[in-house]
């Protein structure tokens, strides 16, 4: 003997509602990211200098061998490897690219008494926004020694005064929030 029968509407299943994942949420994203450099095993002075090695790469005129820079000089100076990429990062990104190279151009021009004419830096800025690694390297090795002294030299100029801060700055606020890091 079959079971009752089913009404109609009871076999009509609901639509399916395509998938939307979440908004992002920019704040939850910054304070987990925060926590995380928080918690990281290592005292202040070790995090600290990890960001400040951070900050003094990601200003240099060196995009397409931050990493590279940073993996290779944390341990020399023996400062925090995640610390230093996370403040590299930070500080380096597709939004201050423009600004912190500019400002890399216009200390070396001042610094230099060299001659070079500003297309080669908006060509060099263009391949860096449009292509990827090989093609800022390429870019790069084109440019020729002239302009890339006047980065290099702006670029290390720019970049001593925020890392230094940055230094003291967070070794400081460690050492307040959490006096057991040393």
Known sequence: MPGPRLSAMSQVKPPLRPFR??????LRFLRYHYLRLLRLRADSRMLARGVALGIFVGLTPTIP???????LTAPLIRANLVA????????SNPFTIPIHYGL??????RILPLDVGREDLSFWIKHLQEGGFFEAA??????????LLILQVGGLVLAIFPSVLAYLLVQRFLQKRYPSRG
């Open 138 to 147: 390429r870019a790069l090795f084109h440019l020729g020694g002239q302009t």
């Open 65 to 71: 061998f931050h990493t590279a820079l940073i993996i």
């Open 21 to 26: 994942p979440p908004a992002p949420n920019i």
């Open 84 to 91: 230093a990429l996370a403040s590299a990062l930070w500080v």
């Open 104 to 109: 890399a151009w216009w200390l070396g021009r």
